[in-house]
């Protein structure tokens, strides 16, 4: 925790102070600022795995989505992993629902059965756009930090500037994965149409 009142004070998380980012805070304190068993990840990438579950209690998904009660809500990563083991400890025993949470690593997107939430990092050369195009339909919120990602047809972009993490948020990919965010969300980003 202390690493948490650390962030929150230094000006490169500044956004951590606002009033509309609240919603973030209790959440971050639940999670754990280190990787005992492999090198830890950036603060960035801690942030936007803490980021990514927070997603799934902001996000409302078609009832087809869930198909069984105890269907989990999978968080998936395509390409290369920034997290570590970051992302799977934040996650780990949590539910939203009564649906669990389940992180799956991807090295390819015809790996990709069900996805509820996918963070894409793929290399450089691999085809952004033709990813998202088979993700379409799908009920998968995209998210991604790449240059470009909403122009692309990703859902939620990352952008850091200023040492600052904002969102970006293409309301029209949104609408056609048939997904619905909170009000709460909705404030916290830019909305890109």
Not at 8 to 35: C, D, E, G, N, V
């Amino acid at each position: 925790m202390e690493v948490l009142r650390k962030l929150i004070k230094a000006k490169q998380f500044s956004w951590l102070r606002s009033a509309s980012s609240a919603i973030l805070i209790p959440f971050l304190l639940l999670t754990s600022w280190s990787s005992p068993n492999q090198s830890a990840p950036s603060k960035e990438y801690q942030l936007k795995a803490v980021f990514l579950f927070n997603f799934t209690q902001f996000t409302t998904w078609p009832p087809h989505a869930f198909p069984e009660p105890e269907t989990p809500v999978i968080i998936g990563v395509l390409g290369n992993n920034p997290f570590g083991n970051y992302l799977s400890q934040t996650v780990k025993g949590e539910t939203i629902n009564g649906h669990p949470l389940v992180i799956r690593y991807y090295k390819k997107v015809e790996d990709i059965d069900a996805c509820h939430i996918l963070f894409i990092n793929l290399p450089k050369g691999i085809g952004t756009k033709e990813v998202l195009s088979n993700l379409k339909n799908k009920n998968t919120l995209t998210v991604g930090d790449a240059p470009d990602f909403i122009g692309q047809g990703g859902i939620i972009q990352f952008v850091t500037s200023d040492h600052k993490i904002r969102m970006k948020i293409n309301m029209e990919a949104t609408r056609e994965a048939d997904l619905t965010f909170s009000a709460k969300l909705l404030r916290l980003a830019d909305i890109v149409n």
